[in-house]
């Protein structure tokens, strides 16, 4: 095995561009770590908050800068990220194996989310713990866009709104990264009944991963519409409660994903009468793992966009950060 490997990093924080392709040192595995040969990741809002060491355009109360600092600082470094290879996402093969690590082997197949950044590399050395069996019925490109996008869907799904059978819920961004996860989730996990806001160019994909109604917002003003949602799930924070009241039913539940703070967002579940739930985002490989089952059941595919290779970076985060993804944006790291 060679002891060099191709990464993208950043030395700075910044745009797009501040990425950079290099040839590094390979990482070796500590006693709780497996190395495993990352054949991909895709990107999300983290990485490019990791990337950028700012805040988010939607800043929760407008307290950009304070988010901004202690985004930084959960990235380790104020003027530029001690981390420096980003990437949370990763899928690949296990090629060395640490002597505490018990439940893994070299050549096992896993996916997963690395909250410490580093899976835009050919290899990485991570905790055990974070590992989960990558999707048979996937190839690593496949797998690689599910950790990140899934995860969110899958917290407000399971943890923090969960839709009864038949449950009419609203998924506004329904044609996004996470939303495109949280359609096929709420219809075909949980049964529910679903109507997905998308622009005019994500109807056919709304409608064929699933959605039993599809909305075009620049057609239709769903807020002043008759029917009466159960649940809201505003992925792209294009509304508000209030915008929102008359189109739920009395005990419904408004959920607003906001990406502020921390590298983590923060979920707010809102009923009419102001009842707030919170939770942040759940990538542990338990989650993982039962998103792997759904996968390997046919209940849930990855709906992917484009996929770049790891010299392409700069693009990917581009694209990523347009705000006009269909599905997720995957960079490949295949031989
Ligand atoms: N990916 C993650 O891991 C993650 C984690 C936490 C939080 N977040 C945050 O969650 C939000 C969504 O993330 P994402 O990864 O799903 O984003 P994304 O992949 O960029 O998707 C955004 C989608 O929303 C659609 N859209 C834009 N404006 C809309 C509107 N007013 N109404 C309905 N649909 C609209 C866009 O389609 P059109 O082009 O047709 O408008 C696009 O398909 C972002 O604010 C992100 O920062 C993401």
Avoid at 259 to 277: A, D, E, G, L, Q
Wanted: net charge positive; with cysteine.
């Amino acid at each position: 095995m060679k002891d060099k490997m191709k990464a993208v990093i950043c030395t700075k924080f910044g745009p797009p561009k501040v990425l950079k392709l290099v040839e590094i040192e390979k990482p070796v595995c500590n006693n709780d770590e497996v190395l495993i040969r990352n054949y991909g990741t895709s990107v999300n809002t983290v990485d490019t908050l990791h990337r950028g060491g700012k805040a988010p355009k939607v800043a929760f109360f407008g307290v950009k800068r304070v988010v901004g600092f202690f985004l930084r600082l959960s990235f380790g470094g104020l003027r530029k990220p001690k981390q420096k290879i980003v990437g949370g996402g990763f899928c690949g093969k296990i090629v060395a194996v640490g002597k505490d690590v018990t439940d893994w082997n070299i050549g096992d197949h896993v996916y997963g989310y690395s909250e410490n950044g580093g899976a835009s590399a050919e290899y990485m050395a991570i905790p055990a713990e974070f590992l989960a069996k990558k999707p048979e019925n996937l190839t690593f490109t496949e797998a690689a866009a599910v950790p990140g996008g899934s995860t969110p869907a899958l917290r407000a799904l399971k943890d923090l709104v969960t839709p009864k059978k038949g449950d009419k819920v609203l998924i506004i961004g329904a044609s996004g990264g996470i939303g495109t996860f949280a359609v096929q989730m709420a219809k075909n996990v949980y049964e529910a009944e679903v109507t997905g806001v998308c622009g005019p160019s994500n109807v056919d994909l709304v409608r064929s991963i699933g959605a039993d109604f599809v909305i075009d917002y620049t057609k239709e003003d769903y807020t002043k519409g008759d029917t009466k949602y159960d649940i809201i799930l505003d992925i792209v924070s294009a509304q508000t409660l209030s915008k929102c009241k008359n189109i739920l039913t009395p005990d419904g539940l408004f959920f607003a994903n906001n990406p502020i703070s921390s590298p983590r967002s923060i979920y707010h579940v809102i009923t009419k009468n102001k009842r707030f739930r919170i939770g942040t985002a759940d990538e542990s490989a338990a989650s993982m793992n039962l998103i792997c089952e759904w996968i390997e059941a046919g209940k849930v595919k990855p709906v992917i966009d484009t996929v770049y290779p790891l010299s392409k970076a700069v693009e990917a985060h581009e694209h990523y950060e347009s705000g006009r993804s269909k599905g997720r944006v995957v960079i490949s790291i295949e031989e």
